[in-house]
């Protein structure tokens, strides 16, 4: 995990405390200045339900503690920060993020590697940023199987991508699914970044619809995906929602009054 000034402890993780333009630069500047400093630095933009599996799952929370950056992909987090004092801290979302940093970067001689999806979508997202973005420098996609991978496999996928010579990895699967598969592929390839994005991939390529940036704004992406997709998400919310919401309300009574003592 990156230095501690650079984020704040929610629900036990540290998360990211500046915004998508700040979080871009620095990993674009990263890389334009040190091109072969392959150290696979890992980075996940994590949501409540990230946060919420990590609190009932040990081996998950040390992963995610292990990573690089954990950029808030959602509003309640920025507000959180906010909170304690993080005025500055706003939402990454992955999707927003993703797509500023692919147009941002595309006249950068920085080389990205799409791995998540069915079959053929993340052929679709490398079409896609190209005609969204200008952005031609993806060089290369796999998609993996519905399992966990062999080591044999892991090794072919990583000699591919290095064979590539690929700087990012950005991996679209699910939570923790992709943190799981982005900590076990640094042992296999030689990046300077892997990053998890969750359902970008899908959005991107036009087969799922993003929230209105007022609902988004507002806090609520979580309930416009659960009126779209009711079944496969309501037992998720029903647990993550009101969990998220009462860890945090513990967690800043502690922060606040942990403050006022420190201060007395």
């Known amino acids: 995990m990156h230095l501690n000034k650079y984020t704040v402890n929610i629900i036990d993780i540290p998360i990211y405390v500046g915004n998508s333009t700040s979080f871009i630069n620095e990993i674009i500047d990263s890389i334009i200045t040190k091109p072969l400093n392959y150290s696979n630095r890992l980075i996940s933009a994590t949501s409540a339900h990230g946060l919420v599996f990590a609190y009932n799952n040990p081996t998950f929370k040390n992963t995610l503690l292990n990573f690089y950056y954990n950029i808030p992909d959602g509003q309640p987090m920025a507000w959180i920060g906010q909170l304690k004092g993080h005025k500055n801290m706003r939402r990454c979302p992955g999707v927003g993020t993703f797509g500023q940093f692919m147009s941002t970067s595309a006249s950068f001689p920085i080389k990205h590697f799409f791995c998540g999806g069915k079959e053929g979508i993340a052929d679709d997202l ?53 943190e799981a598969f982005a900590e076990n592929l ?28 007022w609902i988004r704004n507002l806090g609520l992406e979580w309930l416009y995906r659960l009126l779209k997709e009711p079944r496969r998400l309501f037992s998720r919310y029903a647990e993550v929602v009101p969990m998220f919401i009462w860890l945090n309300v513990k967690e800043y009574f502690i922060y606040l009054f942990g403050s006022k003592n420190k201060r007395s």
Request: net charge positive; proline share 5%; glycine share 6%.
């Open 126 to 178: 490398k079409n896609a940023c190209a005609n969204k973005f200008e952005n031609t420098n993806v060089v290369g996609t796999y998609s993996p199987p519905f399992r966990v991978m062999t080591d044999e496999e892991l090794t072919k996928l990583g000699a591919m991508i290095n064979a590539a010579g690929a700087n990012i990895v950005w991996i679209g699967l699910s939570t923790p699914k992709q």
């Open 186 to 213: 640094a042992k296999y390839c030689n990046v300077n970044y892997i990053i998890t994005v969750g359902a970008v991939f899908d959005f991107f390529t036009d087969n799922l619809k993003h929230a209105p940036l």
